[in-house]
T-cell receptor, first 114, second 115 residues
Framework: GAGVSQSPRYKVAKRGQDVALRCDPI?????LFWYQQALGQGPEFLTY????????KSGLPSDRFFAERPEGSVSTLKIQRTQQEDSAVYLC????????????FGPGTRLTVT | AQSVAQPEDQVNVAEGNPLTVKCTYS??????LFWYVQYPNRGLQFLLK??????LVKGSYGFEAEFNKSQTSFHLKKPSALVSDSALYFC?????????????FGTGTRLKVLA
């Protein structure tokens, strides 16, 4: 079946621009996570949704970062007024239910801020 | 606070030899532990997990890991390495029941299996 998809795969933004990154989780997966992965590092937790409810956003680095999942399926991570330090790969993952289940990751969106 | 340490940036092993990729963790209460693998230009793939029960868990592609509570470790092992096992491996932890939803990943260990 279809896995987690993310779009765009690559995004180049000028400093100060707003960007929106999309995640399509596996159908029926209740839980959705966003991560930021800097070069040479492991994924860092940004935020977590259970259906449409954002239950944890403690990892969002600043108030320029905003995530939503209005209908409990597709999610969008928005970054306003991008800065060079936002350059990273943004990963989305979904899991079936509860939080003991493994996560299925998308291929990521590589964001480069120039 | 939760944390994960993967003390080796890179592990080299000859094909056919056993391999070990190390992981230690710190978490409040009982941990949920995971291993993921990342191949070039591909997303992270789940290998195995420890939630409860037997300390030795078996996963995909012949990998296994042993949960050691006293040493707070969850090392990844395979009895006989393949060249195709060469990839980047990540250990992850989250708090068990009643804990936060946050998963913490290690910095990764690059495994190179030499023919």
């Amino acid at each position: 079946g279809a896995g987690v998809s993310q779009s765009p795969r690559y995004k180049v933004a000028k400093r100060g621009q707003d960007v929106a990154l999309r995640c399509d989780p596996i159908s029926g997966h209740v839980s959705l996570f966003w991560y930021q992965q800097a070069l040479g590092q492991g994924p860092e937790f940004l935020t977590y949704f259970q259906n449409e409810a954002q239950l944890d956003k403690s990892g969002l680095p600043s108030d320029r970062f905003f995530a939503e999942r209005p209908e409990g399926s597709v999610s969008t991570l928005k970054i306003q007024r991008t800065q060079q330090e936002d350059s990273a790969v943004y990963l989305c993952a979904s899991s079936h239910s509860g939080l003991t289940y493994e996560q299925y990751f998308g291929p990521g969106t590589r964001l480069t801020v120039t | 606070a939760q944390s994960v340490a993967q003390p080796e940036d890179q592990v080299n092993v000859a094909e056919g030899n056993p391999l070990t990729v190390k992981c230690t963790y710190s978490v409040s209460g009982n941990p949920y532990l995971f291993w993921y693998v990342q191949y070039p230009n591909r997303g992270l793939q789940f290998l195995l997990k420890y939630i409860t029960g037997d300390n030795l868990v078996k996963g995909s592609y012949g990998f296994e890991a042993e949960f050691n509570k006293s040493q707070t470790s969850f090392h990844l092992k395979k009895p006989s390495a393949l060249v195709s096992d060469s990839a980047l491996y990540f250990c992850a932890v989250r708090e068990g029941p009643g804990g936060t939803y946050k998963y913490i990943f290690g910095t990764g260990t690059r495994l190179k299996v030499l023919a």
